[in-house]
C-alpha cells in the first residue's frame, strides 16, 4: 500500500579499504579487491534486510523487489563492473543505465527470481543518489529553476527546470562526517550539534545530541562554531585566531592554536586552526561548485526560485549560519527546502511505481554534466572561496551588513 515497514541503516562496511570513493576505487583496481568490495556491499544489505524481516516476521521469499539507489562507484561495484574509468579522463563509468538483475544472480537472500532495479547513473560522480533524490524533489516537473544539492564526502549540485537539467559534482572531503577533523564526529549520540558564542566573555554554550555529555563535534556544530568564532571577532576572515583577546579558551595546542569548546572528565575538546582549515575547505568547494554551476548556465544566484538540500548531513544544517561562512548563496531562506534522506525517497517512488522508473531514466539522460576537476574557472572559485564569507562579499549582502552593524 506504499507505507514504509521499516527503516536499517548503518556504517560502510568498504569504510576499512578507504575512507573515499576514490581510495576504494583504488582498492579495487590496483589491488584486486573488486569482488571484496562487492561482497561488502551485499552482505551489509543482506545483514540489514535480515534483522528486518526478521523483526516483523516476514518470509525472505516474499520480498518481491529490491531497488537500488548508489553513488557511480558503489553502483559500479555492486554490479563488479571496474569502477577504474571514474578517476581517469574522460571520466566515464564503464555504463550508467543498468539491466534488471534477479535477486539470486545479485546474491541477495531474498526470493531468487525477484528484479533488482538500480536507478541509473548521470556521471563518475553523480550516481543514481542524486537521480533518485531529483526524482524525489519532482524538480525536473516545475518550469522555475531550482537547484539540488546532496551534502557529504562528495557535494553533488544539480540545476535546472522542466526543460533541463545541469549537474556537478565537487569534492568536499569527509570533514563534515568527523574525518580529519580532531575531534569530529559523525552526528550520533554525544556529538556538539550546535553551539553559541557570548560575544562579551567568550564562553560557549551548546547542545548536545541525545543529551549526553560532549564526546565530539559534528559537521552541523562545527557549521555553528566558526560562524560564532567568525561573528564574536575570535577568528578573522581566513580562519586564523586572534591572539590577546580576553579569554583563556584560546590556548596553544600540539597542533597549533585551538579553541576548546568543552570539557568532559578532564579531556577538552577542541577546535584547531587546522580543523578551521580543513572546513573552510569543505564549504569553499561547494560554493565555489554552486557559482560556477550558476554561471556556466547564464544565471545569477537570484533568479534560482528553490533550493533543495537532500543528504543525512543537511538534516542538522542551519541555513543562516551556512550562508553567514559562505558555504550556502545568501538569498532569502523561505528559497530553502529540506528534503532528507532523498535517495531513500526517490528509490521508494521506483519500488512503487513503473512510471517513477521511466522518470529515473528521463531524468539520468537529461542530465548535462560539467566535470570541474578539468575546470580552470572552478579553481578561481574556489580559491575566492576560501575566505569568510568570501573575498567578494558583495556575494553576501546580508553578511555584509551583519558585520557592518556589529557592536
Not at 100 to 109: K, Q
Not at 163 to 181: D, N
Given at each position: 500500500d506504499g507505507s514504509i515497514a521499516d527503516v536499517a541503516s548503518t556504517y560502510n562496511p568498504q569504510i576499512r579499504y578507504g575512507d573515499d570513493v576514490i581510495t576504494r576505487i583504488l582498492y579495487a583496481v590496483e589491488n584486486n579487491g573488486l569482488e571484496e568490495l562487492r561482497d561488502a556491499i551485499v552482505t551489509s544489505l543482506d545483514?540489514?534486510?535480515?534483522?528486518?524481516?526478521?523483526?516483523?516476521?516476514?518470509?525472505?521469499?516474499?520480498?518481491?523487489?529490491?531497488?537500488?539507489?548508489?553513488?557511480?562507484?558503489?553502483?559500479?561495484?555492486?554490479?563488479?563492473?571496474?569502477?577504474?574509468?571514474?578517476?581517469?579522463?574522460?571520466?566515464?563509468?564503464?555504463?550508467?543505465?543498468?539491466?534488471?538483475?534477479?535477486?539470486?544472480?545479485?546474491?541477495?537472500?531474498?526470493?531468487?527470481?525477484?528484479?533488482?532495479?538500480?536507478?541509473?547513473?548521470?556521471?563518475?560522480?553523480?550516481?543514481?543518489?542524486?537521480?533518485?533524490?531529483?526524482?524525489?524533489?519532482?524538480?525536473?516537473?516545475?518550469?522555475?529553476?531550482?537547484?539540488?544539492?546532496?551534502?557529504?564526502?562528495?557535494?553533488?549540485?544539480?540545476?535546472?527546470?522542466?526543460?533541463?537539467?545541469?549537474?556537478?559534482?565537487?569534492?568536499?572531503?569527509?570533514?563534515?562526517?568527523?574525518?580529519?577533523?580532531?575531534?569530529?564526529?559523525?552526528?550520533?549520540?554525544?556529538?556538539?550539534?550546535?553551539?553559541?558564542?557570548?560575544?562579551?566573555?567568550?564562553?560557549?554554550?551548546?547542545?548536545?545530541?541525545?543529551?549526553?555529555?560532549?564526546?565530539?563535534?559534528?559537521?552541523?556544530?562545527?557549521i555553528d562554531a566558526i560562524t560564532e568564532l567568525f561573528l564574536t571577532g575570535l577568528i578573522d576572515r581566513k580562519g586564523k585566531y586572534v591572539r590577546g583577546l580576553p579569554t583563556k579558551r584560546i590556548r596553544d595546542g600540539a597542533e597549533g592554536p585551538e579553541f576548546v569548546i568543552a570539557s568532559n572528565n578532564g579531556r577538552d575538546i577542541v577546535l584547531t586552526e587546522a580543523d578551521i582549515e580543513n572546513i573552510?575547505?569543505?564549504?569553499?568547494a561547494i560554493y565555489a561548485g554552486i557559482a560556477l554551476l550558476v554561471k556556466k548556465v547564464g544565471l545569477t544566484i537570484d533568479m534560482i526560485e528553490r533550493i533543495y538540500i537532500a543528504g543525512g548531513f543537511g538534516n542538522y544544517l542551519n541555513i543562516e549560519k551556512s550562508i553567514i561562512i559562505g558555504m550556502l548563496p545568501d538569498v532569502p531562506i523561505d528559497k530553502f527546502r529540506f528534503l532528507g534522506n532523498a535517495a531513500v525517497a526517490g528509490a521508494c517512488l521506483c519500488l512503487l511505481s513503473d512510471t517513477m522508473r521511466k522518470e529515473a531514466e528521463e531524468i539520468a539522460g537529461k542530465m548535462t554534466n560539467v566535470e570541474l576537476s578539468v575546470s580552470r574557472r572552478f579553481m578561481e572559485e574556489y580559491l575566492s572561496a576560501l575566505f569568510l564569507p568570501h573575498t567578494d562579499i558583495g556575494q553576501f549582502p546580508t553578511v555584509e551588513k551583519l558585520l557592518r552593524n556589529k557592536p
Open positions: 545483514d540489514l534486510l535480515t534483522t528486518m524481516i526478521e523483526k516483523h516476521a516476514i518470509g525472505a521469499n516474499s520480498i518481491r523487489s529490491v531497488v537500488i539507489a548508489g553513488n557511480t562507484t558503489m553502483s559500479q561495484i555492486f554490479w563488479g563492473l571496474t569502477p577504474g574509468f571514474i578517476r581517469e579522463e574522460p571520466y566515464t563509468p564503464t555504463v550508467n543505465f543498468f539491466p534488471l538483475w534477479n535477486a539470486e544472480t545479485a546474491g541477495f537472500r531474498i526470493n531468487g527470481p525477484s528484479p533488482v532495479y538500480t536507478v541509473p547513473c548521470a556521471a563518475s560522480y553523480v550516481g543514481g543518489d542524486i537521480v533518485a533524490g531529483v526524482l524525489a524533489s519532482q524538480m525536473h516537473k516545475n518550469s522555475g529553476i531550482s537547484l539540488f544539492m546532496d551534502i557529504g564526502t562528495n557535494g553533488e549540485i544539480v540545476i535546472g527546470n522542466n526543460e533541463w537539467l545541469v549537474t556537478a559534482a565537487c569534492s568536499a572531503g569527509p570533514c563534515f562526517e568527523g574525518s580529519g577533523i580532531r575531534h569530529g564526529m559523525r552526528a550520533t549520540e554525544g556529538a556538539v550539534e550546535s553551539l553559541v558564542i557570548d560575544p562579551r566573555t567568550f564562553e560557549p554554550s551548546f547542545s548536545v545530541i541525545s543529551g549526553s555529555a560532549p564526546i565530539g563535534i559534528c559537521g552541523s556544530g562545527m573552510l575547505r569543505a564549504k569553499a
